[in-house]
């Protein structure tokens, strides 16, 4: 079956660092780009960060919001896309999404062309 899956999610304290991962099954990663969501509770989902398919170069972008804090990438024989999250602030306590887009180019916070969603894992960032 074509699936997204997302882990790492968990409680970790003002400060602290985590990476989430989001695994593909029934496809091939590196055809698609790839974005990263957050939905806090009674927010809007927002776009986190994305990267360009492998033969689009790869590129990443990121919102103003994490810049110099996340960074995404990908590992194309794992078939999974990771998003490491440093210095993390109360403010970034969300589910987190991957997609997938046929798209090869992304764009941070579009979902333009997306075919395929993981179901989020929680973020929570507290003392």
């Known amino acids: 079956q074509l699936q997204l899956v997302e882990s790492g999610g968990g409680l970790v304290q003002p400060g602290g660092s985590l990476r989430l991962s989001c695994a593909a099954s029934?496809?091939?990663?590196?055809?698609?780009?790839i974005g990263w969501f957050r939905q806090a509770p009674g927010k809007e989902r927002e776009g986190v960060s994305c990267?360009?398919?492998?033969?689009?170069?790869?590129?990443?972008n990121y919102a103003d919001s994490v810049k110099g804090r996340f960074t995404i990438s990908r590992d194309n024989a794992k078939n999974t896309v990771y998003l490491q999250m440093n210095s993390l602030k109360p403010e970034d306590t969300a589910v987190y999404y991957c997609a997938a887009s046929y798209r090869q180019i992304c764009q941070v916070g579009s979902s333009n062309g997306a075919a395929y969603w993981g179901k989020g894992t929680l973020v929570t960032v507290s003392p």
């Open positions: 029934g496809f091939t990663l590196n055809y698609y780009a």
């Open positions: 990267i360009s398919s492998s033969s689009s170069g790869g590129t990443t």
